[in-house]
């Protein structure tokens, strides 16, 4: 059974940071690209941030780059969301995706996690 469980989110100031994590089961997580989107309320799921399966590497939605950093331990089979120099904007449910395109397509998703950024 796979699963993406993700943690690390709650309230915080505008100007704060947190740092999101993903934990995966029941998939090779090494051969995944692993994803970062989010969703505020009245608008569309919107891709936040990807990381490549083999050689890591990644790319970022324009409103968040140079605040936001994704990574990942295949170890831990985990992938992880540093949110610096957070503002009100950035405030929606995020959640970690799974994909992997192929012979078989497969993707997965989290259950999100609420991110609330206000003073």
């Known amino acids: 059974q796979v699963q993406l469980v993700e943690s690390g989110g709650g309230l915080v100031q505008p100007g704060g940071s947190l740092r999101l994590s993903c934990a995966a089961s029941?998939?090779?997580?090494?051969?995944?690209?692993m994803k970062w989107y989010r969703q505020a309320p009245g608008k569309e799921r919107e891709l936040v941030a990807g990381?490549?399966?083999?050689?890591?590497?990644?790319n970022y939605a324009r409103s968040v780059k140079g605040r936001f950093t994704i990574s990942k331990d295949n170890a831990k089979n985990t992938v992880y969301l540093q949110m610096n120099v957070l503002k009100p904007e950035d405030t929606a449910v995020y959640y970690c995706?799974?994909?992997?395109?192929?012979?078989?397509?497969?993707?997965?998703w989290g259950q999100g996690t609420q991110v609330t950024v206000s003073s």
């Open positions: 029941g998939i090779t997580f090494s051969t995944y690209d």
């Open positions: 995706n799974a994909d992997r395109r192929g012979r078989y397509d497969l993707n997965y």
């Open positions: 990381i490549t399966p083999a050689l890591g590497f990644t």
